[in-house]
């Protein structure tokens, strides 16, 4: 990997020949491995190490410049600052980004694992076995035609000219299963997993098979469903899906492009249940891959959206900061435009008094929605509507029934508002950590 103090010199040096008073980069470094497999042979593998830098150059009008390079040798560095400090003149004047003011402060102390990626035969064996494990599930299963096994270590660093400097590694080993079924006179079925932890050891293989195995069968014996308005259950995956899909409610760079459900006016008011409360947690335990400042090298930490139903804060970076009267948050994403993103989603149950407990093996008639599709077409993030096909299942005093195919529609604004119930128990997803949430009332099309 990567010598940050190395890079850093370099930097300091070229700027001082361009005469460069102001900049600043931001670079990752990437190393993975993966492979996928057909019938217990390996279809594919593929390995890759690569790096890449954004360097930012004000000039004496404090504009900003910007390039990119995937080169971070000396002669990579200088030619991006350079180039950088040439689209300077071109800069924005209006709005221009500037340093966090937090890119000096100090970061969560998170050790990081010194992990040895396993050899490409063993990463084969272990998926090859994950593989013949599900086709040997059920007779109905025929094959796993979407299938990998990923091992990544991830580098970031930050440094600027005031004398920023930071750094940070982190590994990550993922499997994803997807199964295929055929039986005469009835139509495919398929059910997916995906696991993540920190290193090869720790990986949750045969909870992965086993888990698509157990929905696969469970989708076999599928019945209609008639349209209406239903109680439904949405797994942990499903809603958290939903809030990604949706994630300009917190964005402040969405809503200072006017791209956005929510307003500068929107914090405080009520915009879900009570009942349900929302952090964004790059720092979550159960997170594994967890970043400890963004782009502009703010440090990370645990910010709450949703308090007890109440719209608490947005996501910011520092320049939507300043417009907004805020503090960065560590959300931003270094470019030609700085923008925000989310990291690690925590929902958990919010506060209510007298408030009804339900579970499955009560309810009379419930959807539980396992997982949506289509999220790409299927949702209109400016107006918060959503009409997406899923997969699931007909709940009635705890017998599951597989949904042969239906369809979810709403506004996501009126769902959260329609949640009554949050249970206690959370899992944890690539996503986030999310318990099953309740709601009443959303319109599902079947037959």
Known sequence: MQNLQEIANCAWECARELKIAKFDIYGSAVEETSVEVDHGKAKQVQASSRSSAIVRVWNADSRVGVASTTDTDPEGIQLALKTAQEASSFGVTEHAPDFSPESLAAVAEIPSEIVTPAAVPTLVEKLAAAETALLEAHPAIVGVPYNGLEQRQVEHFYLNSNGALRQESRAVTSVYLCSKTEQAGKKPRSASSFKISPNLAEL??????????QK???????????????????????????????????????????????????????IASPLLSLFDDALHPANVAPETFDGEGTPTRRVPLISNGILTNFLHSAGTAKRLNAAPTGHANIGAKVTVSSHFYHVLPGEALDSATYSLEQVEDAILIDQLQALHAGVNALQGSFSLPFDGWRVSKGELVSIESATVAGDFRDLLKSIIFVEQEAEVTPRGVCPRIWVEGLSVTGE
Request: aromatic share 10%; glycine share 8%; proline share 5%.
């Open 216 to 270: 696969t069968i469970s989708h076999l014996a599928y019945q209609p469903i008639a349209s209406g308005k239903y109680l439904v259950i949405f797994s942990p995956k499903a809603f958290l899906s939903l809030l990604g899909a949706f994630s300009n409610l917190f964005n402040a760079q969405s809503i200072l492009d006017r791209q956005s459900l929510s307003t500068p006016e929107s914090l405080g008011t009520a």
């Open 204 to 213: 949750d293989i045969a909870g992965c098979w086993g888990e698509v195995a």
